[in-house]
């Protein structure tokens, strides 16, 4: 026989695998999770050092201060992550380069191209470009291109790795030797007494187990081969105590064959009444004679149930019926000839005239005709009995291996007081109670029913549908773990008792999921709603102070260069004076422009016509704007003069249109735009459509279409809706739905 490890090396390896597995597993994704987010840090600081050096590069590079620019980019290059800067000016020549080599050597990018990167090592790793427009006073002046490495990363992470597999090693060889000293105190010194203990019990005479105080389950393993020598001493008294009961039997039994002597001759004067009895028994009867197996008689029953007539049977020997009794049968009469006993209701098979089998019960009594020992035998046709009987056997076969492989919890309980006959394999999986401490005992018996009010609710449904289908119900494992179950019952009856069969799909994991998914979607819809508002407030803030400030500035600047310009009109037409007022025209021009700019910049981050005059006037200017801005023809048409609607609404309502005519002049590829704005009900509706080519079924479903997201994101926070729809070669539709709080006005 195979030598197989002792359980405690197997315990041992096995204990050793799955802890330094998890430990590894654990460590390796730390590891990657530490490597993405030093990465994404190491990006953000390479941006951010590229635009500190842009801005810190504006002011010599507008001095042309050769030495102060390479101060500037000899202060950054300094840093382990940077691996070279490269200044450029206006013209994109190369103004200064500075890259730093393997060796941590820093040159000028003109010598290193002398050179020749073969000469110079170059850092390891992988390299991040960046690069950014130097400007000074609104003036571009230049470009920083920037390179970062990430070669110091990936030298501490190889010194973390070493770290890790030391520890892990570490952790082997001590927690080794902590489980093998556990193990032989634990489990193999209290097992090796315990086999001790077994060799030695006898039968007759009674051994106390020995007990073991640090394992509670090997000391009732020792409690039970205390139970098996009990078991077996009894066992053996009442074989003993048989052995006298078959001897008296036996005894009882001579003593009847002797009183069976002394009343032949009473048997013989009964004989007639016997045949009448004989020929008018409803069961197959007939008396075959043990000396030769010569059939004497059969009773009219017998032939009229198989068919033969008296004469083809009577006075036949047995062996010569074959075609009649089949070869299992011809065994038991020939035993039954050989013993002459007594038999009762054996099984036996046969056929009829027209070849149809049939199973009967055959009784057997030894009986005296003429002075010859005989057999009397009676039959009673149990061949639809046993039809009935295999296909019951066969069809609870087929439900014992469908219920035990079925993937969800199953149990087979009493209608009436609820006591278990039968689990599943699934429900001692997951349960965690054997089959033996689970069957004879009730749901609440094994505490599974933490919420008594479950079962109550479950038994009503039964009496009301005789069912249950899909009822969520929690109940309390064996560890005390709770489990959410999708459950359903049937009534169904089993051997004259009502029964239930229950089956249930544990459905813990997607509920936790579903939980985790709701939160996490509520969790992302309150960010969302708050970087919205947040950006809307700083929109409308920067707004106002560009109008406010700036305008109020440039407004004032060209009114005095009008009264420079008015004065030196006064005082004549000179030359200098003409070229002023000249060059006082071209400021005004480019003033009367910039304010143009502050006033579109203005409305684009926050349009102060929707918080003056209200969303209909705000959607309204906006689509002639648009038309005036791309030449796409907007035919606004609406029943509103005015809707009251929080600013949050009215603002959503406003981006949301001011995305989809953007997505019209980037995609639809359309002449004319059909704007309506109504109220549907309880409801503001806004209803754009184009002419274009219309957008597709896949365009619509795709994830990374962040327009239309964005859309569908704003409306759903303040409540509302965004459908989109599209037909080849006739447009796209875009209805925007929200709630409204108070009456439109009309």
């Known amino acids: 026989m195979k030598a197989f490890p002792s359980i405690s090396v197997q315990i041992l390896i096995a204990v050793l695998i799955t802890v330094v597995s998890v430990l590894g597993i654990s ?9 993405d987010r030093e990465a994404e840090m190491l990006r953000e600081r390479g941006a951010l050092t590229a635009d500190r050096l842009a801005n810190s590069l504006a002011y010599p590079l507008w001095n042309l201060s050769r030495e102060q620019s390479e101060r500037v980019v000899l202060d950054e290059i300094t840093s382990p992550d940077v691996a070279s800067i490269r200044v450029y000016d206006e013209n994109g020549d190369l103004y200064i380069g500075k890259a730093r080599g393997a060796d941590g050597v820093v040159r000028n990018v003109e010598l290193l191209d002398t050179l020749g990167s073969s000469l110079v090592p170059t850092p390891s790793g992988a390299t991040f470009s960046y690069s950014r427009p130097i400007a000074f006073k609104g003036n571009s002046i ?24 030391i520890k892990l090693l570490v952790l082997a060889v001590l927690l080794s030797v902590v489980l093998y000293f556990a193990l032989r105190i634990l489990v193999i010194r209290p097992l090796s007494t315990l086999k001790s203990w077994v060799e030695n019990v006898s039968v007759r005479q009674a051994l106390m187990p020995p007990s073991f105080k640090r394992s509670a389950e090997i000391n009732s393993l020792a409690g039970a081969f205390g139970s098996l020598s009990v078991n077996l001493r009894k066992k053996n008294e009442e074989l003993e105590n048989e052995h006298a009961h078959l001897r008296e039997l036996n005894r009882q039994m001579q003593l009847e064959i002797d009183e069976r002597k002394r009343t032949e001759d009473a048997l013989r004067a009964s004989e007639e009444r016997f045949v009448k009895i004989f020929n008018l028994s409803p069961y197959r009867m007939g008396i075959i004679r043990l000396r030769d197996g010569m059939i004497l008689h059969v009773n009219d029953t017998w032939l009229k149930e198989t068919g033969f007539a008296r004469e083809e049977i009577v006075n036949h020997p047995y062996q010569e019926l074959d075609f009649w009794l089949s070869p299992e049968t011809m065994v038991q009469v020939r035993q039954i000839l050989t013993d002459r006993k007594p ?13 149809e089998k049939r199973v009967v019960l055959a009784s057997t009594e030894i009986v005296e005709l003429d002075g010859e020992p005989c057999g009397l035998w009676a039959t009673h046709d149990i061949t639809a009995r046993k039809r009935t009987e295999e296909a019951l ?10 219920f035990d492989l079925m993937p969800v919890m199953a149990t087979l309980s009493l209608f009436d007081g609820g006591r278990f006959l039968a689990v599943n394999d699934r429900f001692v999986t997951l349960s965690g109670y054997t089959r033996e401490e689970a069957v004879g005992h009730t749901a609440i018996e094994l505490g599974l029913w933490p919420d008594p009010t479950d079962r109550g609710r479950i038994m009503e449904i039964l009496k009301r549908d005789g069912r249950v289908r899909a009822f969520e119900a929690g109940l309390r494992m064996k560890n005390g773990d709770y489990r959410t179950i999708l459950l359903s019952i049937e009534a169904i009856e089993l051997d004259g008792q009502r029964c239930l069969l229950h089956a249930g799909n544990d459905i813990t994991a997607r509920k936790q999921a ?20 947040a950006r809307e407030e700083e929109g409308t803030r920067i707004a106002r ?20 310009d008015k004065t030196l009109a006064k005082s004549g037409n000179g030359s200098g004076v003409t070229t002023a007022r000249g060059r006082i025209g071209n400021m005004t021009s480019l003033i009367e422009s910039t304010i143009d700019a502050v006033r579109r910049i203005s409305s684009e981050l ?5 918080d003056d005059l209200g969303l209909v006037a705000a959607l309204e200017s906006h689509a002639q704007e648009f038309q005036a801005r791309t030449g796409i023809v907007c035919h606004w048409q609406s ?4 809707v009251d609607l929080h600013q949050e609404k009215a603002t959503a309502v406003f981006r949301i249109f001011q995305e989809i005519l953007t997505n019209v002049l980037r995609h639809s590829q359309a002449a004319n735009v059909y704007i309506e704005l109504r109220r549907c009900e309880a409801q503001l509706e806004l209803v754009v459509r184009d002419d274009g080519r219309g957008i597709t079924e896949s365009e619509t479903a795709n994830t990374r279409s962040l327009g239309l997201l964005g859309m569908k994101e704003r409306a759903l926070l303040v409540g509302g809706e965004v459908n989109v729809a599209g037909e080849s070669g006739k447009g796209t539709t875009v209805v925007v739905r929200v709630p409204s709080e108070a009456q439109t006005v009309s």
Do not use: C
């Not at 460590?27 to 490597?35: G, H, Y």
């Not at 920083?144 to 597999?165: C, F, H, N, P």
């Not at 038999?343 to 070849?355: M, N």
């Not at 509520?522 to 919205?532: C, D, F, K, P, Q």
């Open 639 to 642: 029943t509103l003069d005015q």
């Open 393 to 402: 056997l066969a069809s609870e076969k087929r439900f014992t291996i469908a």
């Open 545 to 564: 102070e560009i109008h406010d400030e700036l305008g109020s500035a440039l407004t004032g600047l060209k009114w005095d260069l009008e009264k420079m």
């Open 142 to 165: 230049g470009l920083v291109a920037l390179e970062i490495t990430d070669g110091a990363l990936q030298s501490e992470l190889g010194k973390l790795r070493w770290g890790i597999a």
């Open 606 to 610: 926050r349009p102060g016509i929707l």
């Open 27 to 35: 460590s390796v994704i730390e590891l990657n999770v530490l490597k």
């Open 514 to 533: 579903e939980m985790l998914l709701r939160t996490s979607e509520e969790r992302l819809r309150a960010l969302s709603a708050r970087i919205h508002s």
């Open 343 to 355: 038999v009762q209701a054996i099984e036996s098979h046969y056929r009829t005239r027209s070849g």
